[in-house]
T-cell receptor, first 112, second 114 residues
Framework: KQEVTQIPAALSVPEGENLVLNCSFT??????LQWFRQDPGKGLTSLLL?????REQTSGRLNASLDKSSGRSTLYIAASQPGDSATYLC???????????FGTGTRLTVIP | EPEVTQTPSHQVTQMGQEVILRCVPI?????FYWYRQILGQKVEFLVS????????KSEIFDDQFSVERPDGSNFTLKIRSTKLEDSAMYFC????????????FGSGTQLSVL
């Protein structure tokens, strides 16, 4: 069974800092990996999707990397802003499966 | 940008009652999903739906749960006899036919069973 872990569970940084969020998964037979943002009491907003054949994806200040063989992905946020404060979730789709396995998330607070 | 919409945003019900959670997926999407998130826990897969039938379901999705696409736009999740442990945020999601495409989530329905 696929297990997805995110470290740290919570992170607090001053505005302007660059930061890295980590995601690890136990089964490397994945089809793709998706990073989401969740604001309190809200739905999930897709940030980046990396296919298993890709090493990284970038969108604005966000960069996600994938090392499938070691079962790891990172989400890099450059020049953090208070508006980046949210919970960040990673989710993997196993090869041949139709559903996503989610991590427990990292709660990010960016202090003005 | 197109959105997945869910109604109601909050639902309070008594234990043993039936509830129906409603979703309108993005119009050209073909796969539909329900996920749930119990407070403080991971988002969990419940069921996926394609071509008017369930394509995959988790062990959570027992006989108390059912899904339906009653018309060309709505996708519903019914819980027949709610239990306290069904209290959670329920998310609907959809995606196009291509498995490489992103999954789009709605803003969720917070279900509270008293």
């Amino acid at each position: 069974k696929q297990e997805v872990t995110q470290i740290p569970a919570a992170l607090s940084v001053p505005e302007g800092e660059n930061l890295v969020l980590n995601c690890s998964f136990t089964d490397s037979a994945i089809y793709n990996l998706q990073w989401f943002r969740q604001d309190p009491g809200k739905g999930l907003t897709s940030l980046l999707l990396i296919q298993s054949s890709q090493r990284e994806q970038t969108s604005g200040r966000l960069n996600a990397s994938l090392d499938k063989s070691s079962g790891r992905s990172t989400l890099y946020i450059a020049a953090s802003q208070p508006g980046d404060s949210a919970t960040y979730l990673c989710a993997v789709r196993r090869t041949g499966a139709n559903n996503l396995f989610f991590g427990t998330g990292t709660r990010l607070t960016v202090i003005p | 940008e197109p959105e997945v919409t869910q109604t109601p945003s909050h639902q309070v019900t008594q234990m043993g009652q039936e509830v129906i959670l409603r979703c309108v997926p993005i119009s050209n999407h073909l796969y539909f999903y329900w996920y749930r998130q119990i407070l403080g826990q991971k988002v969990e897969f419940l069921v996926s739906f394609y071509n008017n039938e369930i394509s995959e379901k988790s062990e959570i999705f027992d006989d108390q749960f059912s899904v339906e696409r009653p018309d060309g736009s709505n996708f519903t999740l019914k819980i027949r006899s709610t239990k306290l442990e069904d209290s959670a945020m329920y998310f609907c999601a959809s995606r196009p036919a291509d498995l490489a495409e992103k999954l789009f989530f709605g803003s969720g329905t917070q279900l509270s069973v008293l």
